[in-house]
């Protein structure tokens, strides 16, 4: 009988511990149980509110973009200063970017400079990657390639020399190196002159005028082939004794161009950029960039 006694105690005590060890191992949910889970529960339901929130924030703001008329992004040579290159802050600037951004501005559009290797520039539009080519583009021979706005800058071709070189005229090029950027339009303008280039020694191209004029200064060159714009401007700015040749290659005009199916968006463009003629934005850029109106339209 005290063996029988014992039994039922000690399964008694294991019972007991049992509970106990189920009630540790979380089978009873505690008032401080449920105090600790509710904050949890909290944050995932106000996660779950914020991203709710981020998405339709997303959403409005794509369909605010969407409904103003997308992205213009414009296509340019990054080291063509001062129509497009990188600031000093790092950042795009130049004469052509800020009009565009002008543009952009008032058209609703949201703008978005595209660097772009100035020999891909066809490649690049008709793939859509850009809208529009803008970075002082010679309309000049290219009138049929493009859908083109109204010329908004004339420019001419120069010939940019040290000034102790001692070449004072095309005619003393003969037997010079001569550089021109690959594509451009001085490449393009030496090609109509094959009696003028057959004089030098070598024609080379480059991929940009920064190395051009690196060119000039380490004395590899004699002579750069370029936009009379660009080269006033760089010469002022590493304030360098070049000069530029008074007889210039060609005269040419400057325009923006797009896809030649692209009519609506240049039409766009186009009214903008007369308006802005017509309000004097176009003025108070241009005298920022070169110290005077050296725009065309409305002119």
């Known amino acids: 009988m005290k063996k029988k006694f014992m039994s039922?105690?000690?399964a008694s005590v294991m019972a007991l511990s049992?509970?106990?060890c189920g009630g540790s191992a979380g089978g009873t949910t505690t008032a401080a149980d449920t105090t600790a889970a509710a904050p949890a529960d909290t944050t995932a339901e106000a996660s779950s509110e914020?991203?709710?929130?981020?998405d339709n924030t997303s959403a409005e703001a794509a369909e605010a973009t969407e409904s103003a008329g997308g992205t213009l992004i414009v296509g340019f040579d990054q080291d063509f200063p001062p129509m497009g290159f990188i600031g000093d802050d790092g950042e795009f600037t130049?004469?052509?970017l800020e009009l565009a951004q002008e543009v952009a501005k008032r058209l609703g559009l949201e703008y978005k400079p595209q660097p772009i290797a100035w020999d891909a520039k066809d490649m690049e539009l008709e793939a859509g990657n850009i809208d529009c080519i803008w970075n002082g583009f010679t309309m000049t021979g290219r009138e049929d390639d493009y859908?083109?706005?109204d010329a908004y800058m004339a420019n001419t071709q120069v010939f940019v020399v040290a000034k102790d070189s001692g070449i004072a005229s095309q005619a003393d090029l003969a037997g010079k190196v001569v550089e021109c950027q690959v594509d451009s339009s001085a490449e393009a303008a030496l090609k109509e002159v094959p009696d003028l280039t057959a004089t030098f020694k070598d024609l080379l191209t480059t991929a940009d005028y920064n190395t051009a004029f690196m060119d000039l200064e380490q004395g590899a060159v004699d002579a750069i082939a370029m936009d009379v714009i660009v080269a006033g401007y760089q010469i002022q700015q590493r304030n360098a004794d070049f000069v530029i040749l008074d007889?210039?290659?060609?005269?040419?005009?400057?325009?923006v161009?797009?896809?030649k199916d692209n009519?609506?968006?240049?039409d766009k463009v186009q009214k903008t950029l007369e308006e802005m003629a017509a309000d004097g934005t176009l003025k108070s850029i241009s005298e920022k960039w070169f110290g005077e109106d050296v725009t065309t339209i409305g002119k």
Do not use: P, Q, V
Request: hydrophobic share 40%; charged share 25%.
């Open 94 to 96: 130049g004469f052509d």
């Open 8 to 10: 039922i105690a000690l």
């Open 50 to 54: 914020d991203t709710t929130a981020a």
């Open 247 to 255: 007889d210039s290659l060609s005269a040419e005009e400057y325009g």
């Open 18 to 20: 049992l509970a106990g």
């Open 147 to 149: 859908a083109w706005t």
């Open 257 to 259: 161009g797009f896809k």
């Open 263 to 266: 009519t609506e968006l240049r």
